[in-house]
């Protein structure tokens, strides 16, 4: 157990829908990561939180928005979903400098 | 984009052989990490090495760096059945950045 937690584990939706995807961190850790993976595009970062601000963007989509709160779980929002959005998410977590990242068991998010 | 290539892209041994993977990457890089990926499931850190050190072990792995030539290797010894997941190299460009992931190498052990 890593100690990130993510939720929903799985998300079924329709194109042009909205949806919500949610990270806890591990205790302590004040990054929050997220990333993406699909089976064409590898594990893609998407957009980095440290302490509630934003840190670092990667590919992130304009539809994509993400999140940081004060109690530190952060929100990634997704959306007018397109087919190719499907993926697994994943949330990662670390304390900041040279720490590993600890990654939740993602969200799998299916467009049908 | 991927930063880096890892080599191979499938691997397939025997229980009790030893495990060979390479990565290479691109850029000037802080620290390389390995992660393991059981199938649809999240990463699980194995081991990190900082740019100023050239080899490491940590129990069954033993991983080394050469920054002159971008290039890592993870060495599993003793494999087991359970060893069977995917494995990814990602590097870190500066301290507690993101990570840019290679392809992996899907390793398979067979009992």
């Known amino acids: 157990d890593s100690g990130v937690t993510q939720t929903p584990k799985h998300l079924i939706t329709a194109t042009g829908q909205r949806v919500t995807l949610r990270c806890s961190p591990r205790s302590g850790d004040l990054s929050v990561y997220w990333y993406q993976q699909s089976l064409d595009q590898g594990l893609q970062f998407l957009i980095q939180y440290y302490n509630g601000e934003e840190r670092a963007k990667g590919n992130i989509l304009e539809r994509f928005s993400a999140q940081q709160f004060p109690d530190l779980h952060s929100e990634l929002n997704l959306s007018s979903l397109e087919l190719g959005d499907s993926a697994l998410y994943f949330c990662?977590?670390?304390?900041?400098?040279?720490?590993?990242?600890?990654f939740g068991d993602g969200t799998r998010l299916s467009i049908l | 984009s991927q930063q880096g290539e890892e080599d191979p892209q499938a691997l397939s041994i025997q229980e009790g052989e030893n495990a060979t993977m390479n990565c290479s990457y691109k850029t000037s890089i802080n620290n390389l990490q390995w992660y393991r990926q059981n199938s649809g499931r999240g990463l699980v850190h194995l081991i990190l090495?900082?740019?100023?050190?050239r080899e490491k072990h940590s129990g069954r792995l033993r991983v080394t760096l050469d920054t002159s030539k971008k290039s890592s290797s993870l060495l599993i010894t003793a494999s087991r059945a359970a060893d069977t997941a995917s494995y990814f190299c990602a590097t870190e460009e500066t301290s507690g950045s993101r990570l840019t992931f290679g392809e992996g190498t899907q390793l398979t052990v067979n009992p």
């Open positions: 090495i900082r740019s100023n050190e």
């Open positions: 990662a977590s670390s304390k900041g400098g040279i720490q590993p990242q600890h």
